[in-house]
């Protein structure tokens, strides 16, 4: 029996939340097991001073005192989970300096997180398996060729895409909504295969990820079935030539984002999540409706518009609707309404998500919205540099898959 | 005897001084260790639910955090009892301490709103406050009257 990964929790409020069961229950399923450090009284009192964040909680003194701990090797971890109560300035203050201090003096892999009380395991294990990856698969995630004959897939919230490669190159892909899952993940695939002229049988090894890569893995017998945050990101570093370093990977998916602090293709820090679905794709996607063009047109269409004439606040898809229908409706053009839809998502995703996270260049954006050249430009604006769009940023999961899935080729 | 909500409501001294001079302490059975190794410095003894913070909704309101409200889900009804309170500030933690600094503000503001016999004290610092302190919490407890 393997060991369980250990996860320690640096938090406050869960027990009083009710939800302390829930992320146990996360880790547990992932083959992860929280732990508490274990610190005295007077280490609380001492650490607390050397820290210098004058914070007055009791909670988040010994928050600050048990990251000190693993950070000075006084407690041994392989991952650090930081988790405070949503709406709470003084413990978003702490979770962000602790998550920062944790990731610049050590290499535990950290992922913070901001509970209610409707919390539930469900929503932690996405994060909690990528934690557990990155401490158990480090070696995997050094891969940084494909080789072999290899198939991944990406069973997305939005869309299901496929990719087939052979001694690092893609010579096959396969695209479309998401709509049945395993009828989607398949006919992808059988597109995928004819794309590179292969056979399903001549296939070496198969990973996937995505929401649906439990159903879709067991259905197709894969080799690897693993989460997106770990995935995505080393598929990101892989087609923008970035493997070593390190880099910021940035994915607006369709139902929620990614921000991922990378080095040498491993995550350090990341987030996941979005308050609303006015901050994801799906509001570009209603964008386009609204607009009656193709998502795939709302890219060239923005760069023609100016966002700052149209006021819009996508924070809530329904209010960016409002804003939206508002606007058209006043005389703004389809191009200004399609740059500040462009221009609020990525506002959305910049104060929402990527200040938990260091933002390092590279900054390498992937998934389908990246194709939206707008997206692409307004976030480009916000970071105030230049976003690095891989080729084949639409498949970054596939890709990711089956560079991993190579890995567990028999003869390698 | 009067019930005496006591504030830090961990505290197992000031819980015990309050039964030994015959009133009824409100309090939380959460004894503070000199080792942590819960989640929190008073992680509850008792299964709390995501139940609890709703229940809090009727000290707290929704834009406040959980933690906190799920606090006052014990700690409400314990202010809403009490006839008589003792606050000790700025307590040290091994003397009782209650893990979030919004939820004890609301506490102390709760209890202040309330027309009943209070004390409040500093913990004190050396020996000598140290037994003014305890004979002050003694004089108070003594002056409540209805002592079993």
Known sequence: MTQPVRIAQLSCGPEYSGIQHEIDEAAREVGGEIFFPDVALKDIRRDFAKFGLDVKSPDLKLAIARAMALVEGRVEADAVFIATCFRCAEAAIVRNELRRYINEHSRLPVVSYSFTERTTSGTLLTRMEALTTIAKRRALLARETQKGLTLGLDSGSATTKAVVMRDNKIIGTGWQPTTEVLKSANEVIAHALAEAGVSRDEIQAVGTTGYGRFLVGKEINADLIQEELTVNSKGAVYLANRQHGPATVIDIGGMDNKAISVMDGIPGVFTMGGICAGASGRFLEMTAKRLGVEITELGPLSMKGFGGRVPMNSYCIVFGTQSLVNALAAGSTREDVAAAACHSVAEQVYEQQLQEVDIKEPVIMVGGTSLIEGLVFAMGELLQTKIVVPPYSQYIGAVGSALLASGFIKDD | ?148
């Open chain 2, 1 to 148: 005897m009067v019930k005496v909500f006591i504030y830090p409501a961990t505290s197992l001294i000031l819980s015990d001084m309050v039964a030994r001079f015959g009133h009824t302490p409100l309090s939380s059975a959460t004894a503070i260790r000199e080792r942590i190794q819960t989640a929190g410095l008073e992680s509850p003894p008792l299964q709390i639910t995501p139940e609890e913070p709703k229940k809090g909704l009727k000290w707290a309101a929704v834009e406040v955090p959980a933690g906190v409200r799920g606090r006052m889900s014990l700690y409400g009804p314990m202010i809403e009892a009490c006839e008589a309170a003792i606050i000790i500030n700025d307590a040290d933690l091994a003397f009782g301490c209650m893990g979030c600094a919004r939820t004890n503000e609301l506490i102390k503001f709760l209890v202040h709103q309330k027309d009943i016999p209070r004390l409040e004290l500093n913990y004190p610092k050396n020996e000598e406050d140290g037994v003014k302190f305890v004979a002050a919490i003694k004089r108070f407890l003594t002056g409540l009257g209805g002592a079993k």
